[in-house]
């Protein structure tokens, strides 16, 4: 028997020609339906547009609309026989807010409207095997009298009883229902169930069919794949394929898209198949952020506790979350822009209390145990949710994976399909609000960026850490570094505690950014990124809620956790990049380390899980220590075991301050004055720390 797949029609395991005969013939029915019964008539056009990978960059008067998925919620027209269903226009910036007084009297809230009759409770599907097309059953076996009949596409005296609607009947055949739980059959709440315990479980892909083998009274149990299947049916969000560079340089989308080899590595695009057909030798998924959104103002839970945002009470001189910053308090007071025009009527940032906040991050993560070969998530957050909820991994929005298994060469051209939506989320989307049963227009902006150096300034498209102008927050220049053969090498940042007047402003970056992208040569451009640190303009300084560099601000994890702690703890160890201490004797002699390690991994014994990860014995694993075991080993055991491990008190005085610094900034209320006092604490930190280590940068200066 050949490859089953699941047919999104009937959720049923078919054969590939199988297949193909159900599309075909909801396709015939549907276009039946939706243009007035004439068979010849080609098919309507559905509520669900795809993303053309349009060039975001091209002119305002050129760019065409971008094309995105649309809601299928909106609400339902009680069509009568014979009258075709409305085409839903290329989605335009709307020129109205949408209210319920806007809508005729003869289009209905579905399905909230207490005058419509819900759905019945259809009677479970079995997925039982279709081994021939050809056979057929009692299509009206089994039906309850004045119930629709499910194996007709066309149950024409069901339809005009009014009591279900026409367009949600076409979403059915097509796998694009206005799904809920209210409405699920027993059948699909279980394949729910199931799949819910498959992702949450985390089984691999050998445990996962020894349930059949040990519970074998289960009569239907279904492969991984097959359940996969049938809840990406259910959901009815479909992940977008696009092509990408077999090595991740770009994906071909944009001034990309025509392409058929790779700009930077000039590997092909297809690969030809014995039979000529070409084939994307890889493929980036990328999976909607509209759907989901909309999903999420379905469920009165997630709409209740999406309601954080609105209910954050901002307090002058007070910092609790990010709707404390200056760039959200801005944009609240600022009309709402796409490529700098306003949308019409004029419409403020976050002026909705259903106004979405979202926070992107990236960052690189090897495939193997062993190479070098990176994959590269793309990670959105909803900041409208509390930061008790929006960190967890059930909330958060995943968008893909750069498949790998390089950094990606150019990252714009991954973010086109989530800058289009972005811009269509501008502009607004009409769905439904479950709790207030109304109809919306639906808004979500990006307000911020974050990730490791490298990550960050690849999405800003910046030198980096690496350049002549390292920062992307300031204009502080680096000076090189020479090594053994007078070469060039690393760029090194002489400490300073003077930054008056260095700071970076959006327009600013944004105008170096244009000069490098209009430079007439390579060596033009080269020279001005050279100089500015950056590399031209990124895809997301194309989205007017973004600010450069205030959106994309440090992340605390990584400079904390895994830069200073690690450093420091391999300076003290002597471990760091073979470099002595010189005469300033900041060492921990290694009995002192041994002991101190052994006392760390023995201290979990005493220690509830609750507190904090289990820490491994730092001298023998510290290789092993994750950002998490940092923040507790230096907040709560570091202060105790390395009280008399130096030899100089100094130092231990110099890490205690380090540690208190970052007491302060991780409370949940920071004050005015507490920013004050971490300014200038870190300046006086990065003072001390300068005058320890001043004999090794002398020594290498002089080399």
């Not at 205030?550 to 003290?572: C, G, K, R, Y």
Request: charge should be negative.
């Amino acid at each position: 028997m050949g490859r089953r797949e699941i047919c999104p029609c009937c959720l049923q395991e078919v054969t590939k020609a199988q297949l193909k005969k159900h599309a075909e013939e909801a396709a015939r029915k549907q276009s039946i339906i939706a243009m007035g019964g004439d068979s010849t008539t080609p098919a309507a056009t559905l509520r669900v547009l795809p993303i053309t990978g349009n060039d975001i960059f091209a002119s305002k008067a050129s760019a065409p609309a971008p094309t995105l998925p649309v809601d299928d919620s909106t609400p339902c027209p009680d069509i009568s026989m014979g009258s075709p269903p409305p085409v839903p226009p290329p989605y335009p910036i709307p020129r109205h807010s949408i209210a319920d007084d806007d809508f005729p009297p003869d289009v209905v809230e579905h399905p909230h409207n207490p005058q419509v009759p819900e759905p019945p409770d259809y009677p479970s599907m079995e997925m039982s095997d279709v081994e021939d097309s050809s056979e057929t059953e009692d299509e009206d076996q089994g039906r309850v009298e004045g119930e629709p009949n499910l194996n007709d596409f066309m149950d024409w005296e069901y339809l005009k009883q009014g009591k279900y609607c026409l367009l949600c009947r076409l979403r059915c055949i097509v796998g694009l229902r206005c799904i809920s739980a209210g409405n699920l059959t027993k059948y699909e709440l279980a394949i729910c169930r199931a799949f819910t315990f498959l992702v949450r479980s985390q089984l691999t892909k050998e445990q996962y069919p020894m349930i059949q083998e040990t519970w074998p009274e289960i009569s239907q149990f279904y492969s991984e794949h097959v359940l996969r299947s049938k809840a990406q049916a259910l959901a009815g969000v479909e992940p977008l394929r696009f092509d990408c560079c077999v090595n991740s340089c770009v994906c071909f989308t944009g001034h990309y898209a025509s392409l058929e080899k790779c700009p930077r590595c000039n590997q092909p695009r297809f690969e030809v198949g014995s039979h000529g057909k070409k084939k994307p030798r890889s493929q980036f998924f990328y999976i909607p952020l509209i759907p989901r959104l909309i999903a999420y103002l379905k469920s009165p839970p997630v709409a209740s506790a999406m309601q954080y945002r609105s209910q954050h009470q901002h307090v002058p001189g007070s910092f609790r979350d990010i709707f404390d910053g200056t760039n959200y308090q801005a944009l609240q007071s600022a009309p709402i822009t796409i490529h700098g025009e306003p949308i019409d009527p004029p419409t403020t940032y976050f002026q909705d209390p259903r106004d979405i906040a979202l926070g992107l991050s990236t960052d690189g993560y090897g495939i193997l145990t062993h190479g070098q070969a990176t994959a590269w998530p793309l990670i959105l957050f909803n900041y409208n949710l509390s930061p008790e909820m929006r960190f967890h991994s059930d909330n958060l929005l995943a968008l893909g994976v750069i498949p790998g298994p390089n950094k990606p060469g150019d990252i714009d051209s991954f973010l086109v399909p989530l800058a289009e939506e972005l811009f269509q989320l501008a502009a607004g989307v009409g769905t439904y609000d479950v709790l207030s049963e109304s109809q919306f227009i639906l808004r979500a902006f990006l307000l911020i960026v974050f990730g490791d150096f490298p990550a960050v300034s690849m999405l800003m498209k910046m030198k980096g850490v690496n350049g002549i102008s390292p920062c992307r927050s300031c204009k502080i220049k680096a000076i090189p570094v020479p090594t053994d053969n007078n070469r060039t090498g690393t760029y090194y940042v002489p400490p300073s505690t003077d930054l008056t007047g260095l700071g970076r402003s959006h327009g600013e970056l944004m105008a170096q950014a244009d000069l490098v992208d209009k430079a007439s040569t390579k060596a033009e451009a080269e020279m001005f990124s050279k100089e500015f640190g950056i590399k031209g303009r990124s895809i997301l300084s194309e989205l007017d809620s973004m600010s450069f560099p205030q959106s994309f601000p440090p992340d605390f994890m990584h400079i904390a956790w895994e830069n200073v702690t690690n450093t420091l703890v391999t300076l003290w160890s002597g471990d760091y990049k073979g470099l002595d201490e010189g005469n300033h004797k900041y060492h921990i002699n290694k009995a002192a380390w041994k002991e101190v390690g052994a006392r760390g991994a023995a201290s979990s014994a005493n220690i509830p899980s609750t507190f904090g990860p289990q820490i491994p014995n730092i001298f023998e694993k510290g290789s092993f220590m994750t950002a998490d075991m940092w923040s507790f080993w230096v907040q709560f055991l570091a202060p105790v075991f390395l009280r008399d491990s130096f030899e100089k008190p100094e130092c231990y005085e110099h890490f205690i301050d380090l540690v208190y610094l970052f007491g302060l900034c991780l409370q949940r209320d920071i004050s005015a004055a507490d920013v004050d006092t971490i300014r200038t604490g870190f300046i006086n930190w990065v003072d001390g720390y300068s005058r320890c280590v001043r004999f090794i940068i002398s020594d290498l200066l002089t080399r």
